[in-house]
């Protein structure tokens, strides 16, 4: 069993930053594709970035390109999500998951989530 816990989230003011944290637990978490999604209320779950195994391969939607930035520790058995430029248009509950070999964007796809963390943006 996969357990995954978020933190980091907060309140900022547009145009702040943010950095959050998941940590699993479970050996086989350097064998896996990480992901971030996020969920605003009265929307439905979206995508926000991925990473692949070693952390050399990468993925983000548009609304978050060269704003957000995906890494991972797998010594730590820790995966980040570094948010600059935060908009209002941010503010949801986001949540990390754990999938299988590959990056991918599709929520399905993924095994295993955590309890998700707020960011709130406001101006």
């Known amino acids: 069993q996969v357990q995954l816990v978020e933190s980091g989230g907060g309140w900022v003011q547009t145009g702040g930053s943010l950095r959050l944290s998941c940590a699993a637990s479970?050996?086989?978490?350097?064998?896996?594709?990480m992901g971030w999604f996020r969920q605003a209320p009265g929307k439905e779950r979206e995508f926000v970035a991925a990473i692949n195994l070693s952390g050399g391969g990468t993925s983000y939607a548009d609304s978050v390109k060269g704003r957000f930035t995906i890494s991972r520790d797998n010594a730590k058995n820790t995966v980040y999500l570094q948010m600059n430029s935060l908009k209002t248009e941010d503010t949801a509950v986001y949540f990390c998951a754990q999938g299988s070999a590959i990056v991918t964007m599709t929520p399905g796809e993924y095994r295993y989530w955590g309890q998700g963390t707020q960011v709130t943006v406001s101006s």
């Open positions: 479970g050996r086989a978490f350097s064998f896996k594709a």
